[in-house]
């Protein structure tokens, strides 16, 4: 679904222009069997969200992949609306990375968008051989027309912060992003902004530490990330690293600001709950400050004394009036006014929900947040085991765009529990048409 023009790409013009886009109709996440009691594939889920379809708030169709165990995770577009002004390219191919098999699967959701079906199987030995990589975790289609996966680690299960590019019509990779010994020592996700010729990735830990759960003696073997990496744009050259320090480790989703003429987002940092807001100097360069703090919860009986909020994913609406974060070990939402780039200002909670709210999707014109509520299977099933039995739900909260506030909508659920092979585990959303964190403007 693109805006009305003549001889236009994929997505939307602006930012601004995408919130007058149309109301999301079907979305995709994918659903994972990976450390369950289920041996069978992880698959590809379409929800329909149509109220006025008489299928509205149930599976439509399930895709599922041709391996076990793969572990999808997060998903990206052959292309966005980076692409909006190439009028030969179409936003028809969804591209779903592996976290722990390493494969990446290419989805048709041209053909028919209510039934994906496979297009494409990337091997983990091309990663590994042509890249020097594994555990592909975020796509991001390019304004050239290529697609940039980051990754996570070595073939070995080492951390290893580098970015695997794919051809966007072919879906072969074609190589590496960075140069030669030039990866991150560790990495995860990553936005850029062409502009002003930057990209900033960020880090979560060595694969083969955070596989099987989290285990805090692994901080402090340093087996986690707490930096930034702030990357030339054109020349691929790491240009700088960003050490938020014990705050800020395990930076997790970042997320510039959508204008593309902005020099600042923000990033959300999972071990400390905090908020990260990074921005350019004066001097040219980059920084970071802490803008959100959410106070850690005494209790006993767990693995720490004090409970982190554990902030997992994190958006801003399209008109970069407001933030979102998901406390995924307190239970809750919130929903901050970032008007003030420096002092967000809480303005709405969630407040707690069945398992724990985590990945988060709004709708274009900000009036509607997904959630669900899995983050990783592995830690999924330390920290909520009766979500690895009962499986994982999605919710819909409606948003007040004009003062701010959330209110879950009672009568939307979709239940992940009651799905025909058992209990799955979803995760992230996607829309068709693109979203507040698929589409980058350039």
């Keep these: 679904v ?18 007058k886009g149309p109301r999301e109709q079907i979305v995709y996440l994918p659903c994972i069997y990976r450390n369950t009691d289920v041996l069978k594939p992880d698959y590809l889920a379409t929800v329909d969200v149509d109220p006025s379809s008489p299928t509205y708030c149930q599976v439509i169709h399930r895709l599922p992949m041709p391996n076990l165990r793969d572990e999808l995770h997060h998903s990206g577009w052959n292309a966005c609306s980076s692409c909006f002004g190439d009028a030969t390219k179409k ?11 390493s494969r990446v699967y290419v989805v048709d959701v041209g053909t028919d968008p209510r ?8 091997e983990p030995t091309e990663l590994y051989w042509k890249c020097g990589l594994a555990n592909p975790h975020t796509t991001h289609c390019l304004g050239s027309g290529q697609i940039m996966i980051s990754c996570m680690g070595d073939p070995n299960g080492n951390g290893k912060g580098g970015f695997v590019l794919l051809d966007g019509e072919t879906f072969e990779v074609v190589g590496n992003w960075e ?20 990209m900033i990735s960020t880090e979560w830990g060595a694969p083969r530490a955070l596989a099987d759960g989290f285990n805090p003696a692994h901080v402090k073997q340093g087996q986690y990330g707490s930096a930034l990496h702030v990357w030339d744009w054109t020349s691929h050259r790491r240009l700088q690293t960003l050490e938020l320090g014990e705050e800020g480790a395990i930076p997790l989703e970042i997320r510039f600001l959508h204008d593309p003429d902005a020099t600042e987002g923000y990033v959300g940092c999972a071990l400390q709950g905090t908020v990260f807001r990074f921005y350019k100097t004066p001097k040219g360069d980059w920084a970071a400050e802490r803008v959100i703090k959410v106070p850690s919860k005494k209790v006993e009986g767990w693995m720490l004394p004090d409970m982190p909020s554990l902030i ?7 008109d970069d009036r407001f933030l979102y974060f998901s406390n995924w070990l307190h239970g809750d939402i919130r929903q901050y006014d970032i008007t003030d780039r420096r002092n967000p200002r809480l303005v709405g909670q969630g407040k707690r929900i069945r398992g724990s709210p985590q990945m988060l999707q709004l709708s274009l014109d ?5 959630v669900t509520t899995s983050l990783y299977s592995g830690w999924d099933k330390q920290f909520y085991p009766d979500m690895i039995q009962e ?4 919710m819909q909260v409606d948003v007040d765009t004009l003062s701010g506030g959330l209110s879950l909508n009672e009568s939307f659920l979709v239940d992940f529990g009651k799905e025909p092979d058992g209990p799955a585990l979803a995760h992230e959303l996607r829309y068709p048409g693109g979203d507040c964190t698929s589409d980058i403007w350039l």
């Design 2 to 19: 693109s805006a009305s023009c003549s001889g236009c790409g994929p997505g939307y013009r602006s930012p601004l222009d995408a919130m």
């Design 91 to 101: 936003r028809n191919r969804l591209i779903l990375p592996s976290l722990i098999s």
């Design 115 to 122: 039934q994906p079906r496979l297009h494409k199987m990337v």
């Design 179 to 198: 140069h030669p010994g030039e990866a991150a020592p560790f990495g995860y996700d990553f936005w850029y902004q062409p502009r002003h010729n930057v």
């Design 312 to 318: 997992t994913d994190i958006l801003i609406s399209l």
């Design 366 to 370: 900000g009036r509607r947040l997904y």
């Design 391 to 394: 499986g994982s739900v999605m």
